[in-house]
């Protein structure tokens, strides 16, 4: 990027060519994998954000599961553990299931 007579480019110029130059040497697939939090989010909510930051790296399936259950809320994950779910597919059946019997269980409770 030229400054040519004294000239600056414009701001979104000058941004586009600073994250070309700079950003492979920032991009860290897997510590945005390991920062992912469920927080607040619905487990399906979370488990769409995982995946997304999955798919930039190649990991062992006992490896994102562990990454999975350890960023997922405490009180959920030591539910799953309990199940010794073996994949992140087996957790997401799982919930499923908690879900629709739930659903059910608060149709009988209804007047």
């Given at each position: 990027?030229?400054?040519?007579?004294?000239?600056?480019?414009?701001?979104?110029?000058?941004v586009v060519a600073i994250s070309g130059r700079f950003s492979e040497l920032y991009d860290d697939p897997l510590a945005e994998l390991l920062a992912l939090k469920q927080g607040s989010d619905s487990v399906t909510e979370y488990l769409d954000k995982f995946e997304t930051a999955r798919m930039r790296v190649i990991l062992p399936e006992a490896h994102a599961l562990s990454i999975f259950l350890a960023n997922m809320n405490l009180h959920l994950s030591l539910h799953t553990r309990q199940f010794e779910c073996s994949s992140i597919d087996a957790i997401i059946g799982h919930f499923l299931f908690c879900v629709v019997a739930m659903e059910i269980a608060s149709m009988k409770n209804s007047p």
């Amino acid at each position: 990027m030229s400054t040519r007579y004294g000239i600056f480019p414009p701001w979104t110029e000058y941004v586009v060519a600073i994250s070309g130059r700079f950003s492979e040497l920032y991009d860290d697939p897997l510590a945005e994998l390991l920062a992912l939090k469920q927080g607040s989010d619905s487990v399906t909510e979370y488990l769409d954000k995982f995946e997304t930051a999955r798919m930039r790296v190649i990991l062992p399936e006992a490896h994102a599961l562990s990454i999975f259950l350890a960023n997922m809320n405490l009180h959920l994950s030591l539910h799953t553990r309990q199940f010794e779910c073996s994949s992140i597919d087996a957790i997401i059946g799982h919930f499923l299931f908690c879900v629709v019997a739930m659903e059910i269980a608060s149709m009988k409770n209804s007047p």
